[in-house]
């Protein structure tokens, strides 16, 4: 898409950092392979703003060898994203490649530790961080998805062209981190890259449909969340999934917490959390995905192991005992 006709709020804000941008295009043009990275248990924003990058890349610069690593996802792998490539040891030891590490703050979990071995690294985010973790670094904090910036990043670079494609998967992380457009973090720049997005003939409907597709076990599961919530004395419904009850339903911790959203409009409830028993032997725990009305509730979940923004954050516990806690401490916010 032409700079002449970007919307001048994307156009400002790429002034604003004019700097970091300029870091990020000639960390590109430098390194003739590339790899793009992002968190663990991938949700919409992470594997779109990966997805993003790397086919903007492949449309703009066909002569790069370029690539996209981590963990697939349970269900959105194969029906939305297409399986992660499975990179050999030896290619991230033997060669040298430019990292470009999306939508996630932390080196811990970043969801392939070899970007280690890059010669260079390259951050594009929007959580807070407790340690930088590249030399090139983008990260807004107040935006409503990495995908969000990572799409400012490349619309606002002169010559460069932002494809159906690209546009396609940008749109999907910042509809999945905005809820849709209905957080707090949603903003006019986050309308105008939508804009410029549909701008290059993205058509919404079978996005829309691919995205929030369901099976019969998923309203199955549904039924039971239905019946089994609970909601506290100042307005925190909560949701538990046991292992044997996943097991039941058929369904997986990650799948257990598509339904958290059930509860975002209902009067008289202003957080709402699904907490699912993960398995996984290398860190049993329960995980917690929580989301609200208007407090911040990321103070919350630091507290509990977790992190994330105002109004979407996750935690775990490590056993159902300090349950009450947790939701006596979420439910002391709305007190007032």
Known sequence: MAASKLDSIILEYGKAHKKEYKAIYRAIERYDKIVVFRHLKPDYDAQGTQMGVYTFLKDNFPEKEIHYVGDNHVTFTPRLFPETEN????????????AIICDVGDPERIADPRFKHAKYKVKIDHHPCKKEIARASVCDTELAAAAE??????LNWKGKTMSVEAAYWFYIGIVGDSGRFLFSSTSPHTFSVAQAL???????????????????????????????FQVSPHGVAYYCLPKDVQEELHITPEQGKEH??????????????????DPNPKDYCWRISIRSKGKDISGIANKYEGGGHAQASGAKIKDLT???????DLDALFAE
């Not at 910036?149 to 490349?154: C, E, M, R, V």
């Not at 691919?210 to 998923?218: A, C, L, Q, R, T």
């Open 87 to 98: 990179l050999s040891n030896d290619w991230f030891t033997s060669n040298k490649f430019l």
């Open 198 to 228: 549909l701008a290059t003939g993205l058509k919404l409907s079978p996005l829309y449909q691919k995205m929030y597709e369901k099976d019969i076990d998923s309203l199955r599961s549904l039924a039971y969340v239905l019946s089994h």
């Open 260 to 277: 958290v959203n059930t509860f975002s409009n209902i009067r008289g409830i202003n957080a709402w959390c699904s907490i699912t028993e």
């Open 149 to 154: 910036l990572a799409a400012d990043i490349f």
């Open 322 to 328: 300090v349950l009450p806690r947790f939701i006596a």
